[in-house]
């Protein structure tokens, strides 16, 4: 008989929804929230723009209030590092000794930041963002900060980059490749920020890489280019991307490879465990292959996926990817996922600040981008999601009606 | 007593009716939006796939329209959003992450659409 319930580990987003989308699925049976990080499970996209602008404070961030999780019967666990996992009595143990019993596990234990390899990373002023404490210290640094260098022009670099302007610092962006967010947008895209950075009197530098990070008494004070170049800084804010958490699946003999591998219905090899949301290794039918995704979509949408297996829904995960970034006053959304297009086709234009990039994969919508045009966004969404037919033509063609086309 | 100590809030009421007619009046503090009164007390009929940040459009409302006027202005983002709301788009749609609940709004009235996805 079963009744050891579900125990999930990681309280982010991903974590967090699985146990709401059981309750409201109507399963009975006892949940385990388990989180490493003090505070209740919280929204992470708001640290790097509403509370890193002093528009949002950070309770603001909680997913829920504390009653929600008794009221629900979810017992919250925070503050607490999971050491290890027994398959075969099917329990997890944590930092104080206490063992806890599973039916089914899940493991959502997210990713970590990648640390800069060089030397001085390791200086007083040298940053990164990922928790709410982090951002907590970022914010009050700022403040104090006159020269802040950003080391990553991606999307958390250059959120943070968006702040630290907006708060009236001067900010430099060193990006290794030779355009901003060469990870997830076409050249359009990635000009187009740059236009945007630099006519808010942000400095971007890119194809330039790091020799090290020189500090004054142990705080920092300037980063070095391999080049010989120098760059004044009192504040360094690092985002060169992340590393999955696998090792406590290695450890327990799961497979791991890109993160903790899983299959369509996103479980491991071990039936009763599942792993979603950003250390999740799965197969997705919109990237043509497995894949990892950062996303708070990916982490949503897994996360319902799985209750409703666990409830007797199983059904194989095919939720369209979606993302999204804010920086100054453009809000830039993705559908889809574009690796591997061989076309881009722009609808509108870049200087109107309104527009969008379809990337076409074998002659099939693969992704659109979308700048302050939400109407594009949730419209690809649609089309990605239906495979519905549309020709580069119709794409770039901005009389055409896409919701029109959506069967 | 609050693990985190308790705060003397400020809240308006906000009464929440589903398509399927039920009621439920709930307190929502001075600076929450719409949204976040119904998903902190567990209100279905607002999805809120993106926590509030205006890029997802699943949390539309039906404004009940005594209060149109108190509401404030709409951005062209949550316009253009609205157009493409699952369900029918009206004169009183709004997004909910986008209405921050203030002292004038208190006894607000908002109707959830059949459905958000």
């Known amino acids: 008989m079963k009744q050891d319930g579900v125990v999930i580990v990681g309280a982010g987003q991903a974590g967090f ?5 059981l309750r409201m699925e109507g399963f009975e049976e006892p949940i385990a929230l388990i989180g490493d990080e003090p505070s209740l499970p919280y929204q992470r ?13 950070i ?8 009653a929600f999780y008794e009221n629900h019967r979810i017992e919250l666990v925070t503050g607490t590092k999971v050491t290890g996992i027994d398959r075969m009595s099917r329990a997890v143990s944590v930092a104080s000794g206490r063992n806890l019993r599973y039916d089914t596990l899940v493991l959502a234990v997210g990713a970590r930041n990648r640390m800069l390899p060089v030397k001085g990373a390791e200086l007083d002023g040298v940053c990164y963002l990922r928790t709410d404490a982090e951002a907590v210290e970022i914010r009050q640094r700022l403040e104090q900060a006159r020269d802040v260098v950003v080391i990553g022009g ?27 967010m060469p990870r997830v947008v076409s050249q359009i895209l990635s000009d187009f920020y740059r236009d945007v950075h630099t006519g808010q009197g942000v400095g971007i ?8 990070i020189r500090g004054d008494q142990g705080k920092v004070s300037e980063v070095v280019l391999s080049d010989g170049s120098r760059w004044p800084a009192d504040l360094v804010l690092v985002g060169i991307g992340v590393v999955p958490n696998i090792e406590l699946a290695r450890e327990a003999g799961l497979g791991v490879a890109n993160g903790i591998v899983v299959d369509e219905q996103l479980r491991t090899e071990d039936e009763s465990i599942y792993a979603i949301g950003d250390c999740a290794d799965h197969p997705n039918p919109f990237a043509g292959g497995r894949v990892r995704i950062e996303s708070v979509q990916n982490a949503v949408d897994q996360a319902k996926c799985i209750a409703a297996a666990i409830v007797g829904r199983a059904e194989n995960y095919r939720a369209v990817p979606w993302f999204w970034t804010d920086q100054f006053d453009i809000k830039l959304q993705m559908a889809g996922l574009s690796s591997g297009h061989d076309r881009v086709v722009a609808r509108g234009e870049p200087e109107s600040r309104k527009f969008s990039a379809f990337y076409f994969r074998e002659g099939r919508l693969a992704a659109v981008d979308s700048v302050n045009r939400p109407g594009d966004h949730l419209a690809a969404r649609k089309l990605i999601g239906a495979g519905t ?12 009606d896409l919701k029109s086309l959506v069967g | 007593m609050s693990l985190f100590g308790k705060k003397q809030i400020d809240t308006a009421a906000v009464t929440y009716i589903s398509y399927a007619g039920e009621t439920r009046q709930v307190a929502v503090p001075i600076g929450d939006s719409v949204m976040e009164g119904a998903i902190k ?35 062209e983002d949550e316009d253009e959003m609205l157009n493409t709301t699952r369900c029918p788009r009206r004169p009183n749609s709004r997004l909910g992450c986008q209405i921050p609940v203030t002292k004038q709004l208190d006894g607000l009235i908002v109707r959830t659409p059949e459905a958000q996805q």
């Open chain 1, 17 to 21: 929804q699985v146990a709401a989308s």
């Open chain 1, 205 to 212: 530098s890119l194809g330039v890489s790091l020799s090290e």
């Open chain 1, 45 to 57: 996209p708001p640290l790097s723009k509403g509370f890193m602008l002093g528009k949002q404070d």
């Open chain 2, 41 to 75: 007390n567990g209100i279905d009929g607002i999805v809120a796939e993106c926590g509030g940040a205006c890029q997802c459009a699943t949390c539309h409302v039906y404004v009940d329209e005594a209060f149109l006027g108190l509401l404030n202005p709409m951005q």
């Open chain 1, 59 to 66: 309770e603001g961030t909680a997913l829920r209030p504390l």
């Open chain 1, 154 to 180: 991606g999307f958390i670099g250059l959120e943070m980059a968006a702040a630290a302007c907006a708060l009236g610092k001067s900010v430099r962006v060193l990006e290794v490749q030779s355009r901003l």
């Open chain 1, 389 to 400: 037919e549309i020709t580069p033509e119709q794409a770039g063609d901005p009389s055409v």
